[in-house]
């Protein structure tokens, strides 16, 4: 579920963040006469922003808000009483699996923001802004090494986590019928886009005094 409904806006919205940050970054290098290191460019903003960013937006506004909305619904039709009553742990039948769900997908978007970024920045700096192929990709590890990859799937995991266990949360305590659902995914997006965005200004900044050389 979480997957489906994840896909197709990481898709939509990588793409034109990929082309607003290699149009800008390539401007920025015409201008002070070094377009040649676009691709280092393009990739440690790709990696270490854009992924991660892009994921955040993505787990937190269709993720989240789709975790909160089923187990709020369960809860209201008070499908999670009778789970308790039977004796089953809805913490562990409904929660853990939907967050790991969530990691696990989250590293995969980040994965797949970071590959799109870079091919789109490939395709824009080449064929639109007449930059070389092959200074472009010599340039990808100029900045970008092992650890901004590391950190960037760092970043990932714990937006999973959090953004997992933000939505259980929220749909596990939901009261007032259908209306409070609604009000609930809203609360949900809101939350965890603030968990979200402190946890990657923390991270990043831990990563530049990791990472400092």
């Known amino acids: 579920m979480i997957a489906r409904v994840s896909l197709i806006p990481t898709l939509l919205v990588a793409i034109p963040f990929t082309v607003l940050v290699a149009f800008t970054i390539n401007i920025l290098l015409r201008e002070l006469g070094a377009a040649d290191l676009s691709g280092a460019g393009t990739a440690f903003g790709t990696i270490t922003q854009l992924g991660p960013v892009v994921t955040?937006?993505?787990?937190?506004g269709a993720g989240a808000t789709a975790i909160c909305a089923d187990l709020g619904a369960r809860t209201i039709r008070e499908e999670i009483d009778a789970m308790r009553v039977l004796g089953i742990d809805p913490i562990q039948r409904l929660v853990v699996p939907r967050v790991l769900a969530s990691t696990f997908v989250a590293l995969l978007l980040n994965g797949l923001v970071s590959a799109i970024g870079i091919c789109g920045g490939y395709v824009f700096s080449v064929l639109l802004q007449g930059v070389n192929p092959g200074a472009f990709v010599n340039g990808l590890t100029v900045l970008t090494h092992l650890g901004?990859?590391?950190?960037s799937e760092v970043k990932a995991l714990l937006f999973g986590v959090v953004a997992g266990l933000v939505g259980c949360y929220r749909g596990l305590t939901v009261k007032g019928g259908p209306k409070g659902v609604g009000n609930a995914v809203n609360e949900t997006?809101?939350?965890a886009f603030i968990c979200l965005?402190?946890?990657?200004v923390v991270m990043t900044a831990i990563g530049v005094r990791v990472l400092a050389r």
Do not use: Q, S
């Open 56 to 60: 955040v937006l993505v787990v937190a």
């Open 148 to 151: 901004e990859l590391v950190l």
């Open 189 to 191: 997006v809101v939350y």
């Open 197 to 200: 965005f402190v946890i990657n």
